[in-house]
């Protein structure tokens, strides 16, 4: 059983930064960002592979966001820079045991509870 608690959610204007925090229980073997905008479905943003690094970031992301984790704090992040209101949702990490660097939500069995970003135009 793997837990997740999130953290740095909050309000922000657009073009602002804010860095999301995911601390784990135990270390998975990867770790995912999502994210759930109002009436929408909830979509892959980023992940990485907890033992080699390798990361993936959705195309809408690329170049703005940057996942990474902390190995001996057993932590995931998300670093969003150059925000846009586009990206006000509610940010959900996930854990998996799957290999790789998996972007499905079904192929995540641990999620956190969720942290609130709101960009503002």
């Known amino acids: 059983q793997v837990q997740l608690v999130e953290s740095g959610g909050g309000l922000v204007q657009a073009g602002g930064s804010l860095r999301l925090s995911c601390a784990t229980s135990?270390?998975?073997?990867?770790a995912g960002w999502f994210r759930q905008a109002s009436g929408k479905e909830r979509e892959f943003v980023a992940g990485?592979?907890?033992?080699?690094?390798?990361?993936y970031h959705a195309a809408s992301v690329k170049g703005r966001f940057t996942i990474s984790r902390d190995n001996a704090k057993n932590t995931a992040y998300l670093q969003m820079n150059s925000l846009k209101p586009e990206d006000t949702a509610v940010y959900y990490c996930?854990?998996?045991?799957?290999?790789?660097?998996?972007?499905?939500?079904?192929?995540?069995?641990?999620w956190g509870q969720g942290t609130q970003v709101t960009v503002s135009s």
């Open positions: 996930a854990a998996t045991r799957n290999l790789g660097v998996p972007t499905s939500v079904s192929e995540y069995a641990y």
């Open positions: 135990v270390p998975p073997y990867a």
């Open positions: 990485i592979s907890w033992t080699h690094g390798t990361t």
